[in-house]
T-cell receptor, first 114, second 115 residues
Framework: GAGVSQSPSNKVTEKGKDVELRCDPISGHTALYWYRQSLGQGLEFLIYFQGNSAPDKSGLPSDRFSAERTGGSVSTLTIQRTQQEDSAVYLC????????????FGPGTRLLVL | AQSVTQPDIHITVSEGASLELRCNYSYGATPYLFWYVQSPGQGLQLLLKYFSGDTLVQGIKGFEAEFKRSQSSFNLRKPSVHWSDAAEYFCAVAAASGGSYIPTFGRGTSLIVHP
């Protein structure tokens, strides 16, 4: 079956511009996560959606970052007024119903802010 | 708070040699433990996971890991490494209970395989 997909695969933008990154989770997965992976670093948790519950935004690094998940499926991560330090790979993962715990990752979006 | 330490940033092995990647975790109760692999330009793929029961867990691609509670470790092993195993490996820990589940990842170990 189809896995988690992300678009675009690569994004180059200028400092100060806004960007939107999209994630299509595996159909039926109720949990969705966004992570940021900087060069040589591990995964930095950003935000977590579970069903219709309020998202856990505790990992968002600043108010320039926001995310939404429409209809319990597709999610969009928005970065406003991008900065060079936002350059990273943004990974999305989804998980089946609560309790299974394992995550299925998309290929990521590589963001470069010039 | 939970945390994960992968002490080795890089590991170099020869093809056909055995492999052990170290992972130490910190968590106040029984954790859920995972190993993921990330090939260049790809997302992470789950290799194996430990939830409960047998402390020796078998995964895909010939990998296994052993949960040692006394040492707070969950080391990944493979008896004979293939060149295609060259990748980044991440250990992760998560709470074993609670509805809000956010795993913590280690910083990763880069595996280099020499022919």
């Amino acid at each position: 079956g189809a896995g988690v997909s992300q678009s675009p695969s690569n994004k180059v933008t200028e400092k100060g511009k806004d960007v939107e990154l999209r994630c299509d989770p595996i159909s039926g997965h109720t949990a969705l996560y966004w992570y940021r992976q900087s060069l040589g670093q591990g995964l930095e948790f950003l935000i977590y959606f579970q069903g219709n519950s309020a998202p856990d935004k505790s990992g968002l690094p600043s108010d320039r970052f926001s995310a939404e998940r429409t209809g319990g499926s597709v999610s969009t991560l928005t970065i406003q007024r991008t900065q060079q330090e936002d350059s990273a790979v943004y990974l999305c993962a989804s998980s089946p119903a609560p309790g299974t715990k394992a995550q299925y990752f998309g290929p990521g979006t590589r963001l470069l802010v010039l | 708070a939970q945390s994960v330490t992968q002490p080795d940033i890089h590991i170099t092995v020869s093809e056909g040699a055995s492999l052990e990647l170290r992972c130490n975790y910190s968590y106040g109760a029984t954790p859920y433990l995972f190993w993921y692999v990330q090939s260049p330009g790809q997302g992470l793929q789950l290799l194996l996971k430990y939830f409960s029961g047998d402390t020796l867990v078998q995964g895909i691609k010939g990998f296994e890991a052993e949960f040692k509670r006394s040492q707070s470790s969950f080391n990944l092993r493979k008896p004979s490494v293939h060149w295609s195993d060259a990748a980044e490996y991440f250990c992760a820990v998560a709470a074993a209970s609670g509805g809000s589940y956010i795993p913590t990842f280690g910083r990763g170990t880069s595996l280099i395989v020499h022919p």
